[in-house]
């Protein structure tokens, strides 16, 4: 059976919405991103037109492609993939929240390319954790989070909205819960020391998220189960 991406919309929400029972949580706690790289254009206006507002691509240049076709439609773009420092700029303008921030000297030019812009919102950033496992670089040790949280705060056009993990591809949601756990339990710490809201944990993929739901995500970034799968691995 052929399935549309609104079907797989549908589905994803219901599922969405079981797992946020279980847990004693609402649904309309968590924010279904959608993550569209490698999919084309029209397959982000067609999730759009069903409903959905929030989109992750993973490269700065793969969405430059694809922005000219999706002008004026207003989604919240996520940077969810590791950025260079000298494509910052390059990030700034063209997403509206950066959730994969793991760097100070990053930070910095995202800030001051963001006072370059039009006066507008602060960018929303997430601080993403590196918890272990070798499938990802990206991240900043847990030791150096506070320090660098200390410092993002500092910048005026940054908003510090909480904080992002990619844990190992681990084939049984639940032994991956135990990364979503310790995402928590650093946000959680990290609140009480620097006595502000941190409100976002961006945390599960397609084959993990109702896991990441039950250990408090409040953003899931869901590609294949949306979208279908990859024509070429990312
Ligand atoms: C690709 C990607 C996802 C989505 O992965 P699926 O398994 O296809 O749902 C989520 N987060 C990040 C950072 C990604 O790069």
Same mark, same amino acid.
């Given at each position: 059976m052929l399935t549309t991406i609104a079907d797989n919309l549908t589905?994803?929400? &219901?599922?969405? %919405?079981?797992?946020?029972?279980? %847990?004693?949580?609402?649904?309309e706690e968590i924010t279904l991103i959608g993550v569209s790289k490698t999919? $084309? %254009? /029209?397959?982000?206006?067609?999730?759009?037109?069903?409903?959905?507002?929030?989109?992750?691509?993973?490269?700065?240049? #793969?969405?430059?492609?694809?922005?000219?076709?999706? %002008?004026?439609?207003p989604a919240t773009w996520h940077l969810i993939g590791h950025l260079q420092s000298n494509k910052a700029a390059r990030a700034a303008s063209a997403f509206t929240a950066i959730d994969s921030l793991d760097d100070w000297a990053l930070a910095q030019r995202i800030d001051r390319a963001a006072a370059e812009k039009p006066p507008s919102e602060p960018m929303r950033v997430l601080i993403e954790v590196h918890l272990g496992g070798e499938e990802t670089k990206s991240g900043v040790a847990e030791g150096e989070l506070p320090a660098l949280? &200390?410092?993002?705060?500092?910048? #005026?056009? !940054?908003?510090?909205?909480?904080?992002?993990?990619?844990?190992?591809?681990? /084939?049984? $949601?639940?032994?991956?819960?135990?990364?979503?756990?310790? !995402?928590?339990?650093?946000?959680?710490?990290?609140?009480?020391?620097?006595?502000?809201?941190?409100p976002v944990l961006s945390m599960g993929m397609s084959h993990d998220f109702e896991a990441a739901i039950q250990e408090g995500a409040t953003e899931v970034r869901v590609g294949t189960a949306l979208f279908g799968t990859r024509s070429y691995p990312q």
């Open positions: 589905r994803l929400h &219901e599922r969405i %919405a079981a797992a946020a029972q279980r %847990a004693g949580r609402s649904a999919h $084309p %254009a /029209e397959k982000i206006r067609e999730a759009f037109q069903s409903g959905l507002r929030h989109f992750g691509e993973n490269r700065v240049q #793969e969405w430059e492609g694809k922005r000219a076709a999706l %002008a004026g439609l949280a &200390e410092k993002v705060l500092q910048l #005026e056009r !940054l908003h510090l909205a909480g904080l992002m993990c990619i844990p190992p591809f681990l /084939e049984d $949601p639940e032994e991956v819960r135990p990364y979503f756990a310790r !995402l928590r339990h650093l946000r959680d710490a990290l609140k009480t020391r620097l006595g502000r809201r941190l």
